[in-house]
């Protein structure tokens, strides 16, 4: 006791803290790749952050200026990694649009079909790594053996396992095997009785929803001024979806499904628990989509004549600019393009969703947690190598 | 509503230079002058009919006479969008490191913020009163805009070197060029046989480890 008593200070006047700068990344496994916060904080609250962007920056904007319009497409696949078929669907349109040209039928319902595949798996990414980022490893591995399927199924007509390069302006590059639709199908089925799963695994368990349920919320004014699209938006509560408000495909106009919004089920509307669940639940109508997709599969080719005899020579559109605006897993996804009338454009500017709701992160982290940051972060989803570019 | 109702309310405003809408290119654009800006983002997002809620993209398009800076509008309980457009010519006698400035619209969107760092920091468009003027995908030390069309790549970023050839990855002998292997007989197995592995060095294989000293 008397050695304890030594140490006991009764005098607190020379006892102080100081504001600690912490470095979260660049090499952090919770940033989900290369993003550097800059945290300045007392104690275990954040009282600043300042973000630290363009680790993986290709100057991708550049090189599609220096391009032609077709070899712009594999570049399209390496901005958000996880989703290539939206990427590549993105770029199509716009490029469509400048030509004025439309896809035949029938590749409108397999890009369709393939944008919703890849939309379940970069959502599944989404879920697995959340849990890592809360503790959590167990999901992560039933994640990934979904994704597995998904990318054997995307593999077949495309001959890639991430970078497709399969949709193109004017359709796609090859049409599926007579099998393709059974088999996605048969994913379908299957995945209804996995996702029951990971909701017991994860969605409803405690220590996830006491980590998340209440825990970095934003306010649907927030949303709109910082121009967060996707999921994060939805998940404040704001019903809009591409797919449903503005068809950019028309079997979307076609297709029955909802649009799932945040609900403030464990806590607050718009927390980190809402984005989650608004993921989780647009996976089961991504399958919905698919179904009704594979059920009206109309026959036909799979590329425009027009632009078979255009392929002979690199694509020229006319003078005149597009901005397209499409519905990817992690927000809209904007490509504006300027044509001069040359083989390539003369601006190639990629808006891209993670760009903007990692906007969001600045004014969130203040007055929270150091073990929270961690949780904000994943639940805003973001791929570098499309904030980066 | 469409873009001809838009401009035609934006011009019942009385505000002046607002342009004619432009439908020549494939999406029509409105030219605004950048003196009304700031007036012009303002009636649009706080009008009941109009209700722009959100700035979804500034970007920057260098063209021969000068810089064209372009923002997208959109309304998502209106479900219409307008694109905006500002003009800078480049003064006669300006040198291609001019730097055109705009009015920043972060004051009003403020998800412009990132947005037009982005376009300063890539093509070199100034925004006046932004409140976070930095560069944000390139080292704040670094010189030039590397979207504009006359940038040249440098070849030293401080002390480090930034050509391919800067540093070697092997040297390589003129005289001396490298020869093609030679083809491998069929039948032969792709992998060396255990044999191979012997200790002895005049066998062709790995030198036995060196005796370690002062160890027992």
Redesign the interface.
């Known amino acids: 006791m008397e050695a304890l008593e030594m140490y006991t200070v009764d005098d607190r006047s020379d006892v102080y803290t100081e504001e600690l700068k912490l470095n979260l990344g660049p090499q952090h496994p919770s940033t989900h790749g290369v993003l550097r916060v800059e945290l300045s904080m007392d104690g275990e609250i954040i009282t600043a952050s300042r973000c630290d962007?363009?680790y993986l920056?290709r100057?991708a904007?550049?090189i599609g200026?220096n391009v032609t319009y077709l070899q712009y497409t594999p570049y399209t696949d390496r901005m958000d990694y996880l989703a290539s078929m939206n990427n590549n669907l993105a770029w199509s349109l716009t490029v469509e649009?400048?030509l004025?040209v439309e896809a035949p039928e029938r590749a409108q319902w397999l890009r369709m079909i393939c944008a919703e595949l890849n939309r379940i798996a970069s959502h599944l990414i989404a879920f697995g790594t959340y849990g890592i980022d809360i503790g959590a490893n167990t999901p992560f591995f039933y994640a990934f053996r979904e994704r597995e399927s998904i990318m054997a199924l995307l593999e077949r007509p495309s001959g890639a396992r991430m970078l497709y390069n399969y949709i193109q302006p004017g359709g796609l590059r090859r049409d599926v095997d007579e099998n393709w639709v059974t088999d996605v199908l048969a994913f379908c089925d299957d995945f209804e009785k996995r996702w029951a799963e990971y909701n017991t695994l994860l969605s409803n368990n405690r220590i996830f929803i006491g980590r998340t349920a209440n825990i970095g919320v934003i306010p649907q004014d927030v949303v709109?001024?910082?121009?967060a699209t996707g999921p994060v938006m939805r998940g404040s509560g704001?019903k809009?979806d591409l797919r449903r408000?503005?068809p950019y495909l028309k079997p979307y106009e076609e297709v029955d499904f909802d649009v799932p919004v945040g609900e403030g089920t464990h806590g607050t509307l718009g927390d980190c628990w809402d984005r989650y669940w608004v993921r989780m639940r647009e996976m089961m109508e991504s399958i919905r989509i698919i179904r009704q997709g594979c059920a009206a599969l109309p026959g036909g080719e799979v590329m425009e004549k027009v632009m078979k005899k255009m392929y002979k020579t690199p694509l020229t559109p006319e003078?005149?600019?597009?901005?397209m605006?499409c519905e990817n897993p992690r927000g809209?996804l904007?490509f504006?393009v300027?044509a001069e009338g040359g083989t390539s454009p003369?601006?190639c500017?990629a808006?891209a969703p993670s760009?903007?709701n990692l906007?969001l992160l600045d004014s969130l982290l203040p007055g929270t947690m150091i073990a929270d940051a961690v949780a904000i972060i994943g639940s805003l989803d973001i791929v570098l190598g499309e904030v980066?570019r | 509503m469409n873009e001809q109702q838009l401009h035609d309310k934006l011009r019942a405003t009385g505000l002046g230079g607002i342009g004619e809408l432009e439908s020549?290119?494939?999406?029509p654009?409105v030219v605004v002058e950048a003196s009304v800006l700031l007036e012009v983002m303002a009636f649009l997002r706080d009008d009941s009919e109009t209700a722009m809620?959100?700035?979804?993209?500034v970007?920057a398009?260098?063209?021969e006479t000068g810089f064209d800076v372009?923002y997208?509008l959109?309304s998502?309980s209106r479900?219409h969008s307008l694109?905006l457009k500002v003009i800078v010519a480049q003064p006669e006698g300006e040198a291609g490191d001019w730097e055109p400035a705009v009015p920043s619209v972060a004051s009003v969107?403020?998800?412009a913020?990132?947005h037009e760092r982005?376009q300063w920091d890539?093509l070199g468009v100034r925004f006046n009163d932004h409140p976070d003027f930095r560069r944000?995908?390139?080292?704040e030390e670094w010189i030039g805009h590397?979207?504009r069309k006359d940038y040249v790549y440098p070849s030293t970023f401080g002390e480090i070197p930034l050509e391919l050839d800067a540093i070697p990855l092997y040297e390589r002998d003129e005289n001396d060029p490298p020869k093609p292997s030679e083809p491998r007989p069929a039948g032969t197995p792709l992998t060396q046989p255990p044999s191979e592995y012997s200790t002895r060095p005049d066998a062709g294989g790995r030198a036995p480890a060196p005796e370690k000293k002062g160890e027992s």
């Open positions: 962007i363009g920056h100057c904007e550049k200026e649009k400048l004025g709109y001024a910082c121009g704001i809009w408000d503005v003078a005149g600019e597009a901005y605006r809209e904007g504006y300027v003369i601006r500017r808006r760009f903007c906007s980066d | 020549s290119a494939r999406d654009f809620e959100m700035l979804h993209n970007t398009v260098q063209r372009v997208h959109c998502y479900h694109t969107y403020p998800s913020n990132w982005e890539l944000i995908i390139l080292p590397p979207l």
